[in-house]
């Protein structure tokens, strides 16, 4: 046994990250086009300010002082306003991923370009226009739109006036647009994703969410985060949850064939120790994340989710009807992330509360430059983990190593980045073959290279292509292959023998 013929090997993306061209088209503006860039060590930000004029500054992940609107700051820079421009560049880019031969492409629909305030009656043609020409151009080229409904994006209007997913009245935002996006590309795309990364939600840039006891202006650090942030951001990802369970029956009603997912990231946990208390809390640590994919993949919050709530003094507000849409209308399969490991011990404290987890280097592994643990294995043991909890199809929509890319005479030689694919390919070849866990197909992250969203970088590049951009926007775009971009083609034109 190998991978399996119609195995969907590509590569993934998302539109705040790659798309640029924020403000053609009468694209509306977006929660993340107020984010500056950053570094490694200096956190991107969003400028606020409040009736009177009073100013702040908020890191990304948190959220915004009550009150408070964000603003464009003169002097800074905001990478999602070019990003890699993909708006102009992509049906050289799309050539770019057949010559690999991708047979999927995951792509992530700006929400501001299709509903410019969120709240809008109609759609706007030109938006709409702009993906039906990247979905047409990927058909040409034989490759399988991977779509992302939501990826870390939020209409500015959506979040000033409404408060963000807190407000129920997102439900019916969402699938607005869901609805504008299944029935407009339902011959066209199969494979959907409702929200990305639904696990790490957080803060005013994906939620938009405002909270009241910021009046002061008081921040925290993500590890800190205050009891009523923890709760009103469990009750927001209820209610995208919930948006996500409708959109999978409106989908289902739409094209019954479609394939519909939602993301969690699920890099994986391990006890740092043998210790009885370092194994059960690297256990209770990694259900914080498995929450949420108990319940797309399952269709109920589990048994031990109220345990959380109380770490939290949270008490999730459910509708009536809430428990019913969650059971009858669970995912098909299940996307995610892999990117690390990070190792539980009872003496570290962890850093976030719903799943993008870090808690103890782990002395095995190497680390990339940003410090990310290198674990190959662990992703076999993530696959094995997921596919005994769910029993539902597996798909990799993200993996991949984040460097700083030497350009010298037109080439790229990294080989580390080759060396990190090659060996996390090895381990889902086992997880296949050995295993035998079923994996729809594998995405590496930012094919192309794009704007790193926890950093706001260009220095952090993923790609297979280099583009020529620096750190500030400046630079001319050009697309150059780097050797990972012969070696990627080679796998997947020998479905994966070849690696
Ligand atoms: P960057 C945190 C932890 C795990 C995954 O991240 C994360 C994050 C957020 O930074 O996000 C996913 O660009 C996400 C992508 C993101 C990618 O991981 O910080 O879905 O949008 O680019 C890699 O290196």
């Not at 860039?37 to 991107?44: A, Q």
């Not at 011959?187 to 939600?201: A, F, H, R, S």
């Not at 690297?282 to 929450?291: D, H, I, P, V």
Request: hydrophobic fraction near 35%; aromatic fraction near 14%; include cysteine.
């Amino acid at each position: 046994m190998s991978f399996p013929k119609n195995f969907l090997w590509g590569g993934a993306t998302a539109a705040n990250q790659y798309e640029g061209g924020w403000q053609e088209g009468d694209r509306g503006i977006a929660v993340h086009d107020l984010i500056t860039n950053g570094t490694k060590d200096e956190p991107r930000r969003i400028f606020c300010k409040n009736d009177q004029g009073d100013e702040v500054t908020i890191q990304m992940g948190e959220c915004i002082p009550y009150g408070y609107v964000g603003f464009l700051k003169e002097g800074y820079y905001y990478p999602s306003h070019q990003a890699t421009d993909f708006y102009h560049h992509y049906k050289e880019d799309i050539a770019l991923m057949a010559e690999m031969g991708f047979k999927t492409y995951r792509l992530s629909i700006s929400w501001t370009r299709i509903f410019p305030n969120g709240d809008d009656e109609t759609p706007n043609k030109e938006g709409l226009h702009f993906y039906d020409n990247v979905i047409d151009e990927l058909k040409k080229h034989n490759i399988e739109p991977l779509v992302t409904i939501l990826h870390f994006d939020m209409p500015l209007n959506l979040a000033t006036k409404y408060g963000g997913w807190i407000n129920r009245k997102l439900i019916d935002f969402y699938l607005k647009f869901a609805k504008v996006l299944f029935e407009r590309w339902k011959d066209k795309v199969t494979y959907w994703i409702t929200v990305n990364e639904i696990n790490v939600l957080g803060g005013y840039w994906t939620l938009g969410l405002a909270s009241n006891h910021r009046k002061t202006g008081a921040h925290s650090n993500q590890g800190e985060t205050p009891l009523e942030d923890a709760g009103i951001k469990f009750q927001s990802i209820h209610h995208m949850l919930v948006a996500s369970a409708m959109a999978n029956k409106m989908a289902r009603e739409i094209n019954p064939h479609f394939m519909l997912g939602t993301m969690c990231a699920l890099s994986g946990i391990y006890p740092a120790t043998c210790h009885p208390d370092d194994v059960f809390g690297a256990y209770e640590f990694r259900r914080k994340a498995l929450m949420f994919s108990d319940v797309t993949c399952r269709g109920y919050y589990p048994n031990y989710a109220q345990a959380i709530f109380d770490e939290y003094n949270f008490k999730l507000k459910m509708e009536p009807e809430d428990e019913k849409w969650l059971k009858e209308n669970t995912s098909d399969y299940l996307a995610f992330s892999y990117y690390r490991t990070t190792a539980f011990d009872r003496f570290s404290p962890n850093t976030t509360t719903t799943g993008g987890q870090q808690a103890s280097p782990n002395p095995y592994l190497e680390k990339t430059p940003w410090g990310w643990p290198i674990d190959p294995e662990g992703l076999r043991f993530v696959l094995n983990e997921l596919y005994d909890r769910y029993q539902k199809p597996l798909f990799i929509v993200e993996n991949g190593m984040g460097n700083d890319d030497i350009l010298k005479n037109n080439e790229i030689h990294d080989d580390y980045r080759i060396s990190y694919i090659r060996n996390h390919i090895k381990e889902l070849k086992k997880a296949i073959e050995i295993d035998r866990v079923d994996v729809l197909g594998y995405t590496p992250w930012g094919c192309i290279d794009i704007v790193s969203a926890g950093t706001g970088e260009m220095k952090k590049r993923y790609g297979f292509v280099y583009v020529d951009l620096d750190d500030l926007g400046k630079g001319s775009l050009k697309r150059i292959k780097k050797d990972s971009f012969y070696w990627y083609k080679k796998v997947i034109t020998t479905n994966g023998e070849e690696l």
